[in-house]
């Protein structure tokens, strides 16, 4: 896959409306056969760009490649991409069938043909027996199949998904999350999905772009923007995370020493170059509780339990640490009585080795 | 909070000025006028209540399906007018900026402040002999004269002779198109404002072009609003007495100046009730039908 050509290639691309900059200077490539999400808050300008991608939207500035063609004044309807859309946008005075064979029709397939790609398409999405069915006789997972075969049924060189499962209840998206991976492998076609939900980016995608503001702020698979997020942002968006501002204080052979603002020098690993002030981080999975104070080569803090919530398999626990800042941890449930009971007012140690610690130079 | 339709007292205190609206000004002159309908014309013209079909039968006389007809087609071709004129109005004012739209809402509703009566009359201004048309092509006609006689060519126009473009059936259909356009815009331009966009976007995203989406998606999608438009236009064209009677020649009447003579100037209630009523009875049927079918719809829905 490295040495392939990128099947989306998007450099420089910029997009205004009035004087608001909706996506700004973005680059990125996407492979073929790749899962590609597009993650962000509202308004960060992952629906922009994926608009662009099919033709909704003309960029302001920059260039979009596909398959690589150059995609300026290529209109919507030449353009070898097919979306699915938010609200689905089945045709509802069509039948199913109609729907899937609507793609093929207008582009001048020939009927017998038509028959059998629609077949195919249905049953790729398990709707083989709901043909001659209209769209309001079905339920929202169903028509957002439909919308699926229909957009798959063009063979496309990549099918572009914006907030697909946002309009399913909880447990449906979850099954539609395995069901788009199982999809995704059996057609082969490049998936780019839009999304503001991390987990359903970390769970479906092969790479990620964290968007803020219209500026991406990293590309990586889910693992690596999960365990090693390059800013704040990154941090803070996938997944939760415990922060505390920090200046450098020096730094030799893969160590830093780090002056952190109501907690003294702690010495963590650090590779990259780091100068200033910087904010140093943990995930609250990755902390432990204890009672009596931990012992040498882990970075401990004092702290008094205020919430803690319970969530069945885990729990968080919220602290107020010595530092003034909010810290959670997250703790297993996994055993009915749990070792160490906690309860609102207890005085605790949160700790974590140094090397779970992230250095997030702003 | 309770279903408001329970609780009977907040229902009829709702709905009871409407329905005895409704009831008084309505039904039961509706119904008065379908029992004259049965009646007989007295010699001085009175109205004499009995039960005879010699009103229909009169009705149906092939002179007056003559004129039936003739509105049938003339409100036909008007409503196909505004649906042409009216759609592309429609789907601007739907598309444009949000700021744009009220504004442009406005213009399409401002001729309803100017009197009907006057709005028609102001066709006569427009269209007569010496009328702003004919006065333009006039002048377009003196400075042609002119010209050509520099260039060495008198009196090769002739005299000008002022367009007889009054008085004729195409006339009544121009003021027609133009006192009902608003009644097509308006409910078109509801539907296509409701219409999610991403219905349009999906049709070309799969491959169909401008037309194809036009006539595939958006046309189907839009016909409610179509239907109740044509079907307002239509019903207010083909009753419509002014605009034939001002704009129209000898040979445009229409069945709402038959009826309105047989109300007013003839002084036969009973043969004028009768002729409203052959126009009433397919409508009440059309939507005794419509009824039907929904409620079918309804029954299928419910079963699937």
New interface residues.
């Given amino acids: 896959m490295t040495d392939a050509k990128p099947i989306i290639s998007i450099r420089n691309v910029t997009k205004k409306f009035g004087n608001v900059t909706a996506v700004n200077n973005v680059s990125i490539d996407v492979m073929p056969g790749e899962f590609f999400a597009l993650l962000g808050p509202s308004g960060c300008g992952k629906t922009t760009l994926l608009r662009m991608l099919?033709?909704?939207e003309t960029a302001s500035d920059g260039e979009i490649e596909i398959d690589g063609q150059p995609m300026l004044g290529v209109?919507?309807?030449?353009r070898p991409?097919?979306?699915v859309?938010?609200?689905y946008?089945v045709?509802?005075?069509m039948s199913v069938f109609d729907n899937v064979a609507?793609?093929l029709k207008?582009?001048g397939v020939q009927k017998d043909e038509i028959a059998g790609r629609v077949e195919e398409a249905l049953s790729l999405v398990h709707l083989e027996e709901y043909g001659k069915?209209k769209p309001?006789?079905l339920s929202g997972g169903q028509r957002q199949r439909v919308a699926l075969a229909?957009?798959l049924v063009?063979k496309p060189k990549v099918l572009l998904l914006d907030e697909p499962l946002s309009a399913l209840d909880a447990k449906l998206r979850e099954a539609m999350r395995l069901e788009l991976v199982r999809l995704q492998h059996t057609v082969g076609i490049t998936f780019v999905i839009v999304t503001h939900d991390q987990d359903e980016a970390l769970s479906m995608a092969d790479r990620a772009a964290v968007m803020d503001r219209g500026v991406v702020r990293q590309i990586a698979p889910p693992d690596e923007l999960y365990e090693h997020p390059n800013s704040l942002f990154v941090a803070d968006f996938i997944g939760k995370v415990n922060m505390l501002e920090a200046k450098v204080a020096g730094q030799s052979g893969g160590e830093m020493v780090v002056e952190v603002k109501g907690m003294g020098r702690v010495t963590v690993p650090h590779d990259g170059a780091a100068s200033g002030d910087i904010g140093i981080a943990v995930r609250p999975e990755k902390t432990v509780l204890s009672v009596e104070k931990p012992g040498e080569g882990v970075v401990a803090l004092k702290g008094k339990v205020c919430d803690v919530a319970y969530y069945g398999s885990e729990s968080n626990v919220l602290l107020d640490t010595e530092t003034g800042v909010q810290f959670i941890s997250t703790i297993q449930n996994d055993a009915r009585h749990s070792a160490l009971s906690v309860a609102i007012g207890d005085d605790l140690w949160i700790s974590w080795a140094p090397g779970n610690t992230l250095v997030l130079a702003e | 909070m309770e279903d408001w339709r329970k609780n009977k007292l907040a229902f009829m205190v709702f709905m009871g000025p409407a329905t005895f609206w409704l009831l008084v000004f309505f039904t039961i002159p509706v119904v008065a006028i379908w029992v004259y309908s049965f009646g007989e014309r007295g010699p001085l013209g009175q109205t004499y209540l009995a039960f005879s079909f010699d009103n229909y039968l009169r009705a149906i006389e092939p002179i007056h399906l003559k004129i039936l007809w003739k509105s049938i087609w003339i409100g036909g071709l008007s409503t196909f007018l505004c649906l042409l004129i009216g759609f592309p109005v429609a789907l601007g004012i739907a598309f444009a900026p949000d700021r744009w739209k009220n504004p442009l809402l406005l213009v399409v509703v401002l001729p309803f402040f100017t009197n009907m009566l006057i709005r028609t009359f102001a066709w006569i201004v427009v269209l007569g002999s010496r009328g702003v048309v004919n006065s333009g092509l006039g002048w377009l006609h003196g400075q042609a004269d002119w010209l050509l006689g520099f260039a060495g060519l008198p009196d090769v126009m002739g005299q000008f002779t002022p367009l007889e473009m009054l008085h004729n059936n195409y006339t009544v259909i121009v003021g027609l198109v133009y006192v009902h356009l608003p009644f097509l815009i308006l409910p078109l331009y509801a539907t296509l404002e409701k219409l999610?966009r991403?219905?349009l976007?999906?049709?070309?995203?799969?491959?169909?072009?401008q037309w194809?989406t036009f006539f595939?998606?958006l046309a189907?999608?839009a016909?409610p609003g179509i239907v109740t438009g044509c079907l307002l236009v239509f019903i207010l064209s083909m009753g419509n007495f002014l605009v034939p009677d001002r704009l129209g020649g000898t040979d445009s009447m229409m069945i709402g100046n038959l009826i309105a003579q047989e109300f007013s100037k003839a002084r036969d209630w009973p043969f004028g009730a009768a002729l409203s009523f052959v126009i009433m009875y397919p409508v009440f049927i059309f939507f005794a039908i419509n009824a039907l079918m929904m409620r079918r719809r309804e029954r299928v829905?419910a079963e699937?």
């Avoid at chain 1, 209109?75 to 030449?78: A, L």
């Fill in positions: 099919a033709g909704f209109s919507p309807n030449k991409v097919n979306m859309f938010q609200s946008a045709f509802p005075h609507y793609g207008v582009t069915r309001d006789q229909r957009a063009k | 999610d991403s219905y976007e999906a049709s070309l995203d799969l491959g169909a072009g194809r595939s998606v189907p999608l016909m829905r699937a």
